[in-house]
């Protein structure tokens, strides 16, 4: 282009300033106007010479400007190819624009550039959805970033199928048709309709009860736009309710369920009952919406139903779907190990030094304590590392991995709750990373539904997989541990979940709630993070919960609160 000026094309508008942007009605059937940046680029481009050299360094204003001007016109008016000229993904880019007006029937695109941040540029989009005389209005937000192309220095659009929506992600593509899946009517355990209006942190939930329940539960699809994910096909016709191996492109799409984006008809949903609790749910939305980026579940540990789960921010699915290190949790899990292999018991003598060196390692408490003389159920209490980690040269690489399968269900890939989860993940490993295995760091892997089954089952002695749709719905079958709590590991780890949540770390927020309880604060490291995730598990009765507070600090302090108001009211 140069500085060359494109001689105006018959029929179009001449400009007019408004607000320091050239307003530009854009010719041809159907199409709306768009905003083109104001300015210019010849007072950044340079001579003829200097643009045989490849640029480098940061963009200049006028770069990013005109890339995005570029591929926003282009695409307004339905030039996929130059659109897709504009980005540094051809293929890609060009795919999706195209899908975007043959598969999603998206017309009468208006896009509204916005003030450019840096190399950003944020737009407006607004248009109509028509598909076989139905037709409703399109309007959302979304954002491209100009990058510069590294062999010849061009500046770019950065694809991703988020520049088109929000929504998406790579591979993704949106539709418009008769739904993939009908509605679902999602019903609480008293029969009351759980809505994200009533419950803001349930959207998640809903959408996987939808995928999995939809045809299952008798509903009608509607007709509707929405985001297909990659690799989701006909992921939920190949399930079967016996559990039926999945492809792994099946599984990823269990885990990222197709998303509604506007409906055009209504289709008539099917019912489904889940064991959520109303009244806990609410109590669990509120306690977590106090703090960010804070999750909690709460089951009931003779059962395994789940009563409640809920996510500050309303977006991932932490609680069910979470991979974070559990720190000091995860003790529950390794003391139960210790105590089966004789290597300790809640009242004799164990070592609690100051440091702990094993695999190269040198391991150490918080502020660097230490316990002389004391017992097992003192350095429980206290959360102390080093008793855990002077028993790692006694264990095998791959004890802590079968205790965690064998006795918890955890790391199996197996649990069918009703929606997507991840199941926990207990890797074999050995030296300092085996030992830091053990206080919960290292490669272990867990949620808030991980821990507060984990804390049920030292309770009750035997892993109930924690569910939120009765296995009576579909006759699924739910996962099982291949082995018991012995009576006397289950009696030591009751006692030292009880000392712990009466005279140990978790003290303070556990007050009041006794005698019937046992309690673990956990505290985990993350790299390039100021602060550790706070967990807390714990139990009361025949409830159990868990949670946590990423970036929080000592779970005891943030997660604790909202576990104890949740089993406070359960009580």
């Not at 000026?5 to 307003?23: L, N, Q, S």
């Not at 480098?56 to 926003?72: D, H, I, K, N, Q």
């Not at 699809?221 to 929405?226: K, N, S």
Request: aromatic share 6%.
């Amino acid at each position: 282009m140069g500085n060359r000026r494109r001689a105006p094309e018959r029929g179009r508008t001449k400009p007019a300033v408004v607000g320091g942007m050239i307003a530009v009605v854009v010719g041809g059937a159907g199409l709306g106007g768009y905003a083109l940046f104001g300015g210019g680029a010849s007072a950044d481009e340079g001579s003829a010479a200097d643009a045989k050299r490849v640029k480098s360094g940061p963009l200049s204003a006028a770069e990013v400007r005109t890339t995005a001007t570029a591929f926003l016109t282009a695409w307004q008016k339905g030039d996929v190819p130059a659109a897709a000229a504009v980005t540094n993904d051809t293929a890609a880019a060009a795919g999706l624009l195209t899908g975007y007006g043959k598969e999603a029937h998206v017309e009468d695109v208006t896009l509204t550039a916005k003030k450019r941040s840096g190399d950003a540029v944020p737009f407006s989009v607004k248009g109509t959805v028509r598909y076989k005389g139905l037709t409703e209005p399109l309007a959302y937000e979304s954002e491209l970033t100009v990058v510069r192309r590294a062999k010849d220095g061009k500046p770019l659009v950065d694809w991703h199928a988020a520049v088109v929506h929000p929504e998406l992600e790579d591979g993704d593509k949106l539709v418009t048709g008769e739904a993939g899946t009908p509605p679902v009517k999602a019903l609480d355990r008293d029969g009351g309709e759980l809505t994200t209006a009533k419950y803001p942190s349930l959207g998640t939930v809903l959408d996987g009860l939808r995928e999995k329940y939809g045809k299952k539960a008798g509903g009608k699809a509607g007709v509707e736009l929405r985001v297909v994910r990659a690799g989701s096909g006909d992921a939920e016709e190949a399930e079967d309710a016996d559990g039926t191996k999945k492809t792994a492109a099946e599984k990823e799409a269990d885990k990222n369920p197709d998303k509604t984006l506007l409906e055009l008809s209504e289709g008539t949903p099917g019912t489904v009952r889940t064991t959520l609790s109303p009244s806990l749910q609410a109590t669990a939305e509120q306690q977590v919406a106090a703090k960010s980026k804070a999750s909690a579940v709460m089951i009931k540990p003779s059962t395994g139903e789940i009563l409640a789960v809920a996510n500050s921010g309303h977006g991932f699915n932490t609680a069910f779907q979470g991979s974070l290190a559990p720190g000091s949790t995860m003790k529950i899990v390794t003391a139960s190990l210790l105590i089966d292999k004789g290597l300790a018991s809640t009242e004799k003598e164990h070592p609690c030094p100051k440091y702990s060196t094993y695999g190269g390692w040198k391991f150490q408490n918080d502020d660097k304590f230490e316990i002389k003389g004391g017992t097992f159920k003192a350095s429980f209490a206290r959360s102390c590392n080093t008793a855990f980690i002077s028993q790692a040269k006694k264990l095998d690489d791959d004890s802590l991995t079968k205790q965690a399968q064998q006795v918890f269900g955890l790391g199996m890939d197996n649990w069918a709750i009703g929606v997507p989860t991840f199941d926990g993940s207990v890797p074999v490993q050995s030296q300092a990373q085996m030992a830091a295995s053990l206080i919960g760091q290292g490669g272990v892997r867990m949620n808030p539904l991980n821990m507060a089954s984990v804390v049920a089952t030292a309770k009750t002695g035997t892993f109930h997989q924690p569910y939120l749709v009765p296995p009576t719905v579909d006759d699924r079958t739910l996962a099982k541990a291949s082995r018991s709590l012995s009576p006397d590991t289950q009696a030591q780890l009751k006692e030292l979940l009880r000392y712990t949540a009466a005279a140990g770390t978790a003290a303070e927020a556990m007050a009041g709630l006794g005698p019937d309880f046992g309690a673990k604060t956990g505290s985990a490291e993350v790299d390039n993070q100021k602060k550790p995730n706070g967990w807390f598990t714990a139990w009361k009765g025949d409830l159990a919960a868990a949670g946590v507070v990423q970036q929080g600090g000592h779970g005891g302090e943030t997660a604790g609160p909202i576990v104890a108001a949740l089993l406070k009211a359960g009580s």
